[in-house]
């Protein structure tokens, strides 16, 4: 069993920065592939970005060069920095738990979610 909590969120103009922290407990947090999804209003989640276990990461198009995962293993933390925020990152931010090896970018195949943390980018 695996619980994740978000935190990190907040109101920041466009151009600024964020960065977001999900804490993970769990005896087995190494071993998931970890990822962000978020949803904004009146829209369907999406993959954000995801980091397997061997530090492998993925981005969705819209986030590349923007956005960083990267994982602390050793406190159970997984990290997004978001730079260069625009209005259209506007939406509430999940992390996800996946126990395969490789990274997908359904959200149906991650076994954990946290509750969300909200991120609003007034322009």
């Known amino acids: 069993q695996v619980q994740l909590v978000e935190s990190g969120g907040g109101l920041v103009q466009a151009g600024g920065s964020l960065r977001l922290s999900c804490a993970a407990s769990?005896?087995?947090?190494?071993?998931?592939?970890m990822a962000w999804f978020r949803q904004a209003p009146g829209a369907e989640r999406e993959f954000v970005a995801a980091?397997?276990?061997?530090?492998?990461?993925a981005y969705a198009d819209s986030v590349k060069g923007r956005f960083t995962i990267s994982r602390d293993t050793a406190k159970n933390t997984v990290f997004l920095q978001m730079d260069s925020l625009t209005p259209e990152d506007t939406a509430a931010y999940y992390c996800?738990?996946?126990?395969?090896?490789?990274?997908?970018?359904?959200?149906?195949?991650?076994?954990?979610w946290g509750q969300g943390t909200q991120v609003t980018v007034s322009s």
């Open positions: 769990g005896r087995f947090f190494s071993r998931y592939t």
């Open positions: 980091i397997t276990r061997f530090g492998n990461t």
């Open positions: 996800a738990a996946d126990s395969g090896t490789y990274i997908v970018l359904n959200e149906r195949e991650y076994d954990y």
